[in-house]
T-cell receptor
C-alpha cells in the first residue's frame, strides 16, 4: 500500500517561518511534490524534489530525505496570502509516469 | 495559454440524472488527469490518460463513472446515474513530461457538482 502523512493544521504569524512535514510510505518512490490550494481555488504547483536535499524557490523551500521517507515545505517571511492548504504528493514508478498520489493536506492559517 | 478549461463550473442535478463534465487541457500537454476532491477523502485521482489513451482507471469508484478522451484537446467525465455521494469538486489537470524536469500538473478551476 501507500500512505502520506502531514499535519492537518498549522498556525503561524505574519513574518514568521513555518515548516510543513510530510512522511510517506510507498513502493517505487520517484519524487515528492508540493501544491498550494487557496479556499475555493485549484491546486497549484509549488516545488518538486527528485533528489535528496533542499530546493529553494523564493520564499518557499522544499526538502527531501529518501532514506527517511520524509520531506518538508518551508515557508519564510509568511504573508497573509499564504493562508491556504498545502499538499505533498508522491510520484511513483521506475520513471516519471506523471501520476501523483496526494496527501490529505495541511491547512495553514497566517495570523497578523 | 488559457490554462486548463473546465465546464460547467457549477452543476446541480437530481439523483439519477446523467452528468457530463468537460475538460480542455493545455495545448501540447500529453497527460490528462481527472480528480475528485471532498472533505472526507481529500484529492483522489480517478483516471488519467497519456496521448488520449487511458492508462490507469483504478481510482474510478464504480461503473457509474466513465471517462473518454476522443482527441488531444478534449476529455469528458460522465456519471450515470448520479447519486448524492458523488457531490464533490471535480478537477481536471494536464501535464507534459520534459526530460530532466519534474512533472508539474496544471489544474483547471474545477466543477462543483451537487447531486440532490
Amino acid at each position: 500500500g501507500q500512505s502520506l502523512e502531514q499535519p492537518s493544521e498549522v498556525t503561524a504569524v505574519e513574518g514568521a517561518i513555518v515548516q510543513i512535514n510530510c512522511t510517506y510510505q510507498t513502493s517505487g518512490f520517484y519524487g515528492l511534490s508540493w501544491y498550494q490550494q487557496h479556499d475555493g481555488g485549484a491546486p497549484t504547483f509549488l516545488s518538486y524534489n527528485g533528489l535528496d536535499g533542499l530546493e529553494e524557490t523564493g520564499r518557499f523551500s522544499s526538502f527531501l530525505s529518501r532514506s527517511d521517507s520524509y520531506g518538508y515545505l518551508l515557508l519564510q517571511e509568511l504573508q497573509m496570502k499564504d493562508s491556504a492548504s498545502y499538499f505533498c504528493a508522491v510520484s511513483r514508478g521506475s520513471s516519471n509516469t506523471g501520476k501523483l498520489i496526494f496527501g490529505q493536506g495541511t491547512t495553514l492559517q497566517v495570523k497578523p | 495559454d488559457a490554462g486548463v478549461i473546465q465546464s460547467p463550473r457549477h452543476e446541480v442535478t437530481e439523483m439519477g440524472q446523467e452528468v457530463t463534465l468537460r475538460c480542455k487541457p493545455i495545448s501540447g500537454h500529453d497527460y490528462l488527469f481527472w480528480y475528485r476532491q471532498t472533505m472526507m477523502r481529500g484529492l483522489e485521482l480517478l483516471i488519467y490518460f497519456n496521448n488520449n489513451v487511458p492508462i490507469d482507471d483504478s481510482g474510478m469508484p464504480e461503473d457509474r463513472f466513465s471517462a473518454k478522451m476522443p482527441n488531444a484537446s478534449f476529455s469528458t467525465l460522465k456519471i450515470q446515474p448520479s447519486e448524492p455521494r458523488d457531490s464533490a469538486v471535480y478537477f481536471c489537470a494536464s501535464s507534459t513530461l520534459t526530460s530532466g524536469r519534474p512533472d508539474t500538473q496544471y489544474f483547471g478551476p474545477g466543477t462543483r457538482l451537487t447531486v440532490l
